[in-house]
């Protein structure tokens, strides 16, 4: 079964510096890879889907995967206190379902 | 763009009595899940249902059941309300094949 973990629980960045999170999955059967967003207290936002190794950019966030090392990785460029938030890494597993990490506290300070 | 909505967003309830959570989407999706999230985590899967009239036991579905009486409509119910069980519960659907779309949440206290 699909395990999703994330790291580090809590990071803390300066403003305008880049952000970086990791995910780590174990079975590299699955095709779809998400990134969500959530405030303090707030429903959940997609910020960037990805399907293939290799990168996908949406707006200032940058999503790489790689299969092989079993890691998808989220790279904010420019943060602002705005992106202050919970990060979470979900997998789709082969029946559809997704499988969640458990978050990123991701704080950016001016 | 796809609509979910939950009903109530907000409710707190005393330990022992029971809370019904209901889910409402407006777009023909087969398959509605039903995930808690307790503060500062991921979410995790309770129930789901990919038809009418039946349900399904995802990860954690010991301390609730489920109710899909419509395409349209899929409950979640606490029958005796725990202490544990505060945490804010999402519902999503989606069409095979395709994304999931989560509705706001409904945030349970249980007291």
């Known amino acids: 079964q699909q395990k999703v973990q994330q790291s580090p629980e809590s990071l803390t960045v300066s403003e305008g510096a880049m952000a970086s999170l990791n995910c780590t999955f174990s079975d590299r059967s699955s095709d779809n890879f998400r990134w969500y967003r959530q405030h303090s207290g707030k429903g959940l936002e997609v910020l960037v889907s990805i399907f293939s190794d290799g990168e996908k950019e949406e707006g200032s966030f940058t999503a790489h995967l790689n299969r092989a090392s079993l890691h998808v990785f989220l790279h904010i460029r420019e943060p602002q206190p705005s992106d202050s938030a919970l990060y979470l890494c979900a997998v789709r597993d082969s029946n559809y379902q997704l499988i969640w990490g458990s978050g990123t506290k991701l704080i950016i300070k001016p | 763009e796809a609509a979910v909505t939950q009903s109530p967003r907000s409710k707190v309830a005393v330990t022992g009595g029971k809370v019904t959570l209901s889910c409402h989407q407006t777009?023909?999706?087969?398959?509605m899940y039903w995930y808690r999230q307790d503060t500062g985590h991921g979410l995790r899967l309770i129930h789901y249902s990919y038809v009418a009239d039946s349900t399904e036991k995802g990860d954690i579905p010991d301390g609730y059941k489920a109710s899909r009486p419509s395409q349209e409509n899929f409950s979640l119910i606490l029958e005796l309300a725990s202490l544990s069980q505060t945490a804010v519960y999402f519902c999503a659907s989606r069409q095979q094949g395709w994304e999931q779309y989560f509705g706001p949440g409904t945030r349970l206290t249980v007291l």
């Open positions: 777009n023909n999706h087969d398959y």
